[in-house]
């Protein structure tokens, strides 16, 4: 059974950073892409970007070219996403995805981690 | 990139009743790339269809979806109690990969 697990809430000062980890199991992580997306309250959701753990290269959007850091660790099948220079219109809660076909279909997801800009 | 429009943005219809959502996209959406997912209250997004029409593993044959080019229909033959949510279509045909703002499909 295929499941995302990601950290806690959190609670940042704007100008911060967060890292957001989103652990998975069952099937095979290396071989397979994981995407995040955010969705701002009352908002659609929105494709940060992603990365192809095997590959290692990740893909961002350009609206968040600069502050967004996806990375993978295969040793410990987790991904991680850092955004940094944090403001008040980041609050949002933030998904991790997987995409087993490599095309863009999100199959899987993670329960979703709630991260509050505030100062 | 490629705006997706929504409609309606909610639905109120009772159990049992046919339900009919649509998305638009701003260009056409290449080798018809489309995605439905079904939003929850305080869950995350699940996925329902790809390829337009293609349901997703353990989806009920009570959902179906068509469509090409720019216009694509999600279909909820007979609501289920379990059905009242937010869906949302989504696009992978290009990037960035881009979601609809949705529609809310409520109990009347």
């Known amino acids: 059974q295929v499941q995302l697990v990601q950290s806690g809430a959190e609670v940042k000062k704007p100008g911060s950073s967060v890292k957001v980890s989103c652990k998975a199991s069952?099937?095979?992580?290396?071989?397979?892409?994981i995407s995040w997306v955010r969705q701002a309250p009352g908002q659609r959701l929105e494709w940060m970007g992603g990365?192809?753990?095997?590959?290692?290269?990740?893909n961002y959007v350009q609206k968040f070219q600069g502050r967004v850091t996806i990375t993978a660790d295969v040793s410990t099948s987790t991904a991680y996403m850092e955004l940094s220079s944090l403001r008040s219109d980041d609050t949002a809660v933030y998904y991790c995805?997987?995409?087993?076909?490599?095309?863009?279909?999100?199959?899987?997801w993670g329960q979703g981690t709630l991260v509050t800009v505030s100062s | 990139e490629i705006v997706l429009t929504q409609s309606p943005g909610t639905l109120s219809l009772s159990p049992g009743e046919r339900a009919t959502l649509s998305c638009r996209a701003s260009?056409?959406?290449?080798?018809?790339?489309l995605a439905w997912y079904q939003q929850k209250p305080g869950q995350a997004p699940r996925l329902l269809m790809y390829?337009?029409?293609s349901r997703a593993t353990g989806i009920p044959d009570r959902f179906s979806g068509s469509g090409s080019g720019t216009d694509f229909t999600l279909t909820i033959s007979r609501l289920e109690p379990e059905d009242f949510a937010v869906y949302y279509c989504?696009?992978?045909?290009?990037?960035?990969?881009?979601f609809g703002q949705g529609t809310k499909v409520e109990i009347k």
């Open positions: 995805a997987r995409d087993s076909t490599l095309v863009g279909i999100f199959d899987y």
């Open positions: 990365i192809i753990p095997i590959f290692g290269a990740p």
């Open positions: 069952g099937g095979t992580f290396s071989s397979y892409a």
């Open positions: 260009q056409s959406v290449s080798s018809s790339f």
């Open positions: 989504q696009q992978y045909g290009s990037s960035p990969r881009t």
């Open positions: 390829g337009a029409s």
